[in-house]
């Protein structure tokens, strides 16, 4: 027998969204402190962070600044704490203040117990979220006109 349908509703819709992506693990801290880790990544989260990702990326070209792969790396640790864990009212918008928590985070010892809990098939969706903008971005790259030839009117 199927089971019975009902009207779509707000309610409904916010209730099945709560129970769907609400479950949060708790994660003890060598520190005392705890946080909190989403056991489902919302697609919505997953696009927010692609775009902060970018964002900052444009930022750096447009300022002139390069950070290394390490640092790059270091950047998406944070965007992951700042989207998927209760932890982000505690990272800055500022690129160098950002890094600068994640340091501390770091130095404290608590980064890793924090990204060792997060969920592998959750973190396995993000990274081929990733790689599919990546391959669009490449994709659309290779259709524009390189800077040559602009400068020489082709």
């Known amino acids: 027998m199927a089971a019975k349908q ?3 509703t707000v309610a409904g819709i916010n209730r099945k969204h709560s129970k769907e992506f609400g479950s949060l693990k708790r994660v003890e801290l060598s520190t005392g402190d705890y946080t909190e880790i989403y056991q489902r990544f919302r697609k919505t989260s997953i696009q927010k962070l692609v775009l ?6 444009n930022a750096m070209k447009e300022g002139g600044k390069k950070l290394g792969s390490g640092a790059m790396v270091f950047v998406y640790y ?5 989207h998927f864990t209760t932890l982000s009212s505690i990272i800055p918008e500022d690129l160098g203040q950002m890094i600068g928590v994640g340091e501390k985070l770091l130095d404290l ?5 924090i990204l060792n809990e997060f969920p ?3 973190l396995e969706k993000l990274n081929a979220s990733i790689q599919e903008v990546n391959r669009n971005m490449q994709a659309q790259l290779e259709t524009w006109p390189n800077e040559k030839g602009k400068e020489s009117g082709q």
């Open 109 to 113: 010892g608590v980064m890793e117990q």
């Open 78 to 82: 944070m965007l992951l704490l700042k």
């Open 52 to 57: 902060d990702y970018m964002d900052i990326l």
């Open 6 to 8: 009902t009207k779509l």
């Open 120 to 122: 592998q098939l959750e």
